[in-house]
């Protein structure tokens, strides 16, 4: 059975840093392409960033690109989000998907398995 299990969600104030982080099992981690996604209330879920099975050139959202870094640990079958210089337009429930693709991918259709997301607020 497939999980993924985000943590490090709370709320935070306007220029500080988070670090999300998604704990996988069940999925042969080392060969999956590793996604963030949220979701805003009203709001469609969308592409936050993506990184690869070997942690290759990650892809990122433009209102990521420059505040976040995904990486990923296949030792510990983890995928982080370091985010930092929140701004409240950052709050939303952020998932963490796997798509079995040795591509980065950013489309939500192409993500197979998901987890229950963790609630990030950023206050100004």
């Known amino acids: 059975q497939v999980q993924l299990a985000e943590s490090g969600g709370r709320l935070v104030q306007t220029g500080d840093s988070l670090r999300l982080s998604c704990a996988s099992s069940g999925l042969p981690f080392s060969s999956v392409t590793m996604g963030w996604f949220r979701q805003a209330p009203a709001k469609e879920r969308e592409f936050v960033a993506a990184i690869n099975w070997s942690g290759g050139v990650p892809a990122y959202a433009g209102s990521a690109e420059g505040r976040f870094t995904i990486s990923r640990d296949n030792t510990k079958n983890t995928v982080y989000l370091q985010m930092d210089s929140l701004k409240p337009e950052d709050t939303a429930v952020y998932y963490c998907?796997?798509?079995?693709?040795?591509?980065?991918?950013?489309?939500?259709?192409?993500?197979?398995?998901w987890g229950q997301g963790t609630q990030v607020t950023v206050s100004s």
């Open positions: 998907a796997a798509a079995r693709s040795s591509k980065v991918v950013v489309f939500a259709s192409e993500y197979g398995y």
